[in-house]
DNA sequence: CTGAAAGCGCTTACAG
DNA sequence: CTGAAAGCGCTTACAG
């Protein structure tokens, strides 16, 4: 233990009891205002730094909120997770809390360990951040402690998930471009792949079906294979005016594959993305997409946790965040728009 | 509190002290082997789960390590900063440690405030990853423990820090170019912006004058105004051969640049960058480039703090950590190479 | 308005 | 090999 200055060492050169300082120092009642005052002076004087781990055992709270990342997630250029734990971490900060990172190693996954954070009662809650495998969301239930699915749900789980919504996003996209005068509109994406791809394609789906377009078998292009790595895509036969894209990357690698095919975007194909991440303005011209709300997603988030910290028996159900288009230029408008 | 296991249950069910539970638990010596096994079993059945506070308490260690990253580096393309502290979340693992990531908002770097990670002892030691303000490193060696500068140094402050090898990395990249048969190169970065750029600059500069090379002023070309703004590169009359670029995404700027000026790399000119960022790899050719090492940064970081923590009058001063080029095909190789 | 006592859950000497 | 006692720094009743 270093030297460190305790209330007791403040009270002892002021000549009263601890209780008092805390009392001064946590702003309660039953202290004068100029007692208090001189308190905290000296404190500060002293350099007195609270020890919030004495709090903790009194209290049974930590003051931090765990969030798990999957390895798989954090590769070189998935920033997106590190983006959103960000986010949650100047959140918490509101709440008085902290963010702890945990990746959960595949290891651990496979062998349906309880994280450390947990077993060593670190943390007040869980925020696991990423699909992880149907097994492990079994463990998850098993930990007795508050806890969030962020970006992704399980039908099954009974636990409280925050998304973004991906449905209503891919529908309005498509609604977008069908203002626009599209009319042939592809969907690109391997739709069994990932549950927001499925999503997206619903969305997609139904704007086409609202607007009494026919989908066609030749509008699904895939764009990655079963175990998730991209693959070329295959542009069809008869040319669509418009792809809706399932995200900006592969958005990206359909711009690439149809400039080198002679297709120019916006002129020949309109093409728009989702997420709104680098790649969104690394083609020329820069893609219309969809915005995911990370801020939103944080905020939310971190709400709903402290919320289930405060009242255990609290539900949110699965929540919805709204992104927003951002319009740039891979879309042309068409003669035939209204 | 909520209705915790504590080793006083434990101890209770076996009808044994809550000593011997707290022995038996942490593998000391004083228990018969079979009464551990039988108090690690029941622990298991019970659902303990340890009560760290309780430890940190005692002892007067948090087991967490605080990581500052300075709210401007955190913006949308910035990732650099979030994976260097996922990486050292996954090695202060191995210390039985956790990261608590606190970004330090400019209002608090502004008014010199003291992080509530360290107000509230919330830490055993802090790492600053990214550069602070001058003044805000004052506040920083005001700290009462152990510290450490990630990616950055400051000559007057005597805190440890560990920076990447910025000068021998584009020392490195220009012999690379001068043994490609290159005698023409150019430096592209405003050296005046940050001590990388500068350090890097250096490099590429000692390499010329190692190899007869004569530096001229309108080899160096800058990128940013002083504000760190983007500005458009501004190529030479006299075109070099070849470009040593003080980041991957200024060495990206320069190809797009290049291009629309009819140059093409590497037929016309070479190319290279520093960090091996996503931008390497989004110019075509993919540009040979210094890669970062980024897992052995937060591991020597990690070790240091760690070392520190266990020690603290440790010094160990300014460590370099050496990036390795990445060779791919933005280099010509020149006739006139040997 | 102020403080003595008890307790949070654990660990560290020390005694047996 | 086992355990009673004390203590880490704080807060929460409760008494004065």
Known sequence: ??????????????????????????????????????????????????????????????????????????????????????????????????????????????????????????????????????????????????????????????????VTDNFYGAYELTNYLIHCGHRDIAYVGNIYSTSSIQDRFLGYYKSLLEHGLVFEDRMLLSDRDERGKFIEIELPEKMPTAFVCNCDQVAYNLCERLNDHGYRVPEDCSVVGFDNDIYATLTSPPLTTMEVDIEQMARTAVKSIMEKVSNPNRRNGRVMVQGKIIFRDSVRKLDSAK
Chains 1, 2 share one sequence.
Do not use: C, W
Request: net charge negative; charged share 25%.
């Open 1 to 162: 233990m270093k030297n460190n200055i305790t209330m007791k060492d403040i009270a002892d050169k002021l000549g009263v009891s601890s209780v008092t300082v805390s009392k001064a120092l946590n702003d309660k009642e039953g202290v004068s205002d100029s007692l208090k005052l001189k308190i905290k002076k000296v404190a500060g004087e002293m350099g007195y730094r609270f020890n919030s781990a004495a709090k903790s055992i009194k209290e049974g709270l930590s003051y931090n909120i765990g969030v798990m990342i999957p390895e798989r997630f954090t590769g070189l250029n998935d920033s997106f997770y590190l983006r959103v734990y960000q986010q949650i971490a100047v959140h918490l900060d509101h709440y008085g809390y902290f963010g702890i990172l945990n990746i959960l190693s595949s290891e651990d996954e496979e062998e349906l360990n309880f994280p450390r954070l947990y077993s060593e009662n670190r943390v007040d809650g869980i925020i696991i951040l990423g699909q992880v495998s149907k097994k492990y969301i079994e463990t998850v239930e098993n930990m007795e402690l508050p806890k969030l699915f962020l970006d992704f749900y399980d039908e099954h789980a009974e636990i409280d998930s925050i």
